[in-house]
């Protein structure tokens, strides 16, 4: 039993000239053909495929920005609860406004970068870890050729200047509960 073609890649072909006549006085039995660029065009053209990439990317940086500042707020908020005896002494010893602003904004910025430069520098091979899980044809085989991460950096800066933005609200929140803070109740340990 001979093995014959069931599927041929031509090069260059008409697609009105190559019907399943012509693979046939060949010797290949065509159940179809299959334009490549016209496939890609139908493909373009529907908003849906073009938009569900983008729309998912959207909505997953979305996600991360809100989920970030949320637990960067929630996190500073606990921090200035905890804290606040801290900042009523150093108040005492006469810190200016400007002084604990600067306090706060080093630390939290410590934090910040700290994480961003750990979630950037993490990123990138995990990135590559999980394209080769996620590349994978219908039959379950590897694609050819095989998929290449990418990083879009003009959404990656996005989202970091909108964190930046989030951030430099918490702070100048946090910087502001700090020099308003009644130092005279905060002293008086469980009133605060």
């Known amino acids: 039993d001979a093995v014959s073609p069931n599927e041929a890649w031509l090069r260059g072909a008409n697609p009105e000239v190559m019907t399943r006549d012509a693979l046939a006085e060949r ?15 139908a493909q373009e053209a529907d908003p849906l495929v073009a938009a569900s990439w983008e729309g998912i990317l959207f909505l997953s940086f979305g996600a991360v920005l809100v989920l970030t500042g949320l637990g960067f707020a929630v996190y500073a908020t606990m921090a200035a609860q905890a804290r606040a005896l801290e900042f009523a002494i ?48 219908e039959s379950g085989n590897e694609p050819v050729p095989p998929l290449v991460s990418q990083v879009s950096w003009p959404a990656v800066l996005t989202v970091y200047l909108s964190l930046a933005a989030v951030f430099a609200a918490t702070i100048t929140a946090l910087a502001a509960v700090y020099s308003r803070l009644a130092v005279h109740r905060a002293l008086r340990i469980g009133e605060v």
Request: no cysteine; proline share 2%.
């Open 27 to 41: 010797g290949v039995q065509a159940e179809g053909v299959l334009d490549r660029r016209a496939l890609r065009a």
């Open 90 to 137: 150093l108040r005492t010893m006469g810190f200016s406004s400007r002084q604990v602003l600067g306090l706060v904004s080093f630390e939290q910025l410590f934090v910040i970068a700290a994480g961003v430069a750990a979630g950037t520098f993490l990123g990138f091979p995990l990135g590559r870890l999980m394209i080769g899980y996620l590349g994978v044809t």
